[in-house]
């Protein structure tokens, strides 16, 4: 029988990745949409006519349970959420209902459905905030430092207790910080490699950035997606950190950028107070330990290669007047 997989948050980064990967997998791929949305499907168009589209909605329940009849997907990936941590503190309520309560309506569509639907759940590095010990790993404990962070822990928990409570298989994976040239624009790698770009074409002659001293491990979205797919062909549910093991500063990642265009940052880059987090996570690195020996997962791309290939591919894209997605994009 055709393995089928429901992706939720399928038209973002992650989502579009994932869903590349299944479809050569030989999965039947369904992606959630809201109705009303006027959404991008920017990083999804080469995709378009290869996926089936459902339409619901993580703030309503009777859409999810009308989805996964439609869709009866043996494998849900719950990509979807408010995701971009400044936007939480300006809408902490909406963050909430979306990356929190969304993971409780859509694990209790599945409960309801067929609960012999293998689940995966996106928790996140950034339930750690602020860090009890370095690196982290699937027993390090949550002090989430803003609301973001406190709603991907309730995702996280609510999760683990449907898969205690009600014999589902529920994985989340932990992922860490994980960039691609298709990352949205308001997220910091993708600002720093967007305006690297631009100033490397001069379209700009500076780059404001918040804190240059925040350190992040970050790894590749195309590898990272793989280790999602892997979580959910074990014979048992569990958590896994997905990371690079490897932490580097924003300033790092900065000098990285520039270093593609042959530019010197430190005569086009400042820092704007106004950028700087209300309660800041200074040190995030994870032990993907669990994941290499479970999992046999790896990650393959390096941070400068990354980072090369986001410089290049917005270059690309501001010559072609495209600077947001290309159709074409395939890296």
């Known amino acids: 029988m055709k393995r089928r997989a429901l992706i939720t948050g399928v038209t973002g980064q992650d989502g579009s990745y994932l869903a590349e990967f299944l479809l050569e997998m030989g999965y039947q791929v369904s992606g959630m949409v809201r109705r009303a949305s006027t959404g991008n499907f920017d990083r999804i168009n080469h995709l378009r006519d290869r996926i089936s589209f459902v339409h619901a909605d993580l703030l309503d329940q009777f859409s999810l349970i009308s989805a996964l009849r439609e869709a009866r997907p043996t494998e849900v990936y719950n990509l979807a959420a408010q995701s971009f941590v400044p936007t939480s503190w300006a809408q902490p309520m909406l963050t909430g209902e979306f990356t929190a309560l969304g993971v409780t309506r859509l694990l209790e569509a599945v409960r309801l459905v067929d609960p012999g639907i293998r ?7 950034e339930m750690f905030g602020k860090v009890r010990e370095t690196p982290q790993d699937e027993s390090t404990p949550f002090h989430p430092r803003s609301p973001y962070g ?21 994985s989340s994976g932990i992922l860490f910080n994980h960039e691609s ?25 500076s780059l404001k950035l918040g804190n240059l001293d925040a350190c992040r491990d970050w790894g590749y979205a195309g590898d990272y997606v793989q280790a ?26 900065v000098s990285t950028a520039f ?28 032990n993907a ?15 400068d290669d990354m980072i090369r290939l986001m410089v290049e591919a917005d270059i690309q894209r501001l010559k072609a007047g495209t600077p947001n997605m290309s159709p074409q994009e395939r890296v």
Do not use: C
Not at 261 to 279: M, T
């Open 181 to 205: 040239p298709r990352r949205g624009p308001e997220f910091v790698s993708r600002k720093v490699t967007l305006g690297v770009a631009r100033i490397s074409l001069g379209l700009d002659q």
């Open 289 to 303: 330990t669990k994941a290499r020996e479970i999992l046999k997962w790896e990650p393959r791309m390096e941070f």
């Open 259 to 286: 270093a593609v265009v042959g530019l010197d940052p430190e005569k086009y880059v400042s820092q704007d107070p106004e950028l700087i987090r209300p309660a800041e996570v200074d040190h995030l690195v994870g």
């Open 119 to 125: 689940f995966y759940q996106a928790s996140s590095s």
């Open 150 to 170: 406190v709603a991907k822990v309730y995702g996280h928990w609510i999760t683990v207790n449907y898969r205690e409570s009600y014999d589902l298989f529920a």
């Open 228 to 253: 999602m797919w892997r979580m959910l062909q074990q014979p048992e549910p569990g958590d896994f950190v997905v990371a690079t093991g490897k932490s580097r500063s924003v300033r790092e990642l």
